[in-house]
């Protein structure tokens, strides 16, 4: 995932719009208008989700219409569920986790001969 994805998700006044541009598209004065911002904080807002590919603009006469782009969205939500689905590897097996000499230095790391055994 691009750092620019994140960027534009972790703004909670980018969130605010991409809410809005769920249901339906809408030009910089309607989407002003909605958010409670100014027409030029929300031109910018949009420069940064457009370069994050999470938004669309459509023109329609002199006004360009903007709205979520849900592909570019699942996508996103499709890598964060493939992160949400990784299993967990232990450190205190041989063949997988940690490298041994990182193991050592890991806070959670019990030795074999400690393990099952009351603190």
Known sequence: ???KV?????????FQLLQLMSA???CVGALALRSGLSESAVSQHLRV??????VLGVKRGYYT???LDKEALE????????LLNTQCRP????????PESERL?????VPPEKRGKEN
Do not use: T, W
């Open 49 to 54: 989700l457009r370069e994050a590919g999470l």
């Open 105 to 109: 230095q890991c806070k959670s790391y």
């Open 1 to 3: 995932m691009d750092a």
């Open 6 to 14: 994140l960027k534009a998700l972790g703004e909670p006044k980018r």
């Open 75 to 82: 996508q996103v939500i499709s890598e964060l569920q493939q």
């Open 24 to 26: 339906r598209g809408y």
């Open 65 to 67: 219409h903007y709205r």
């Open 91 to 98: 450190c205190s097996g041989p063949f997988y986790g940690c």
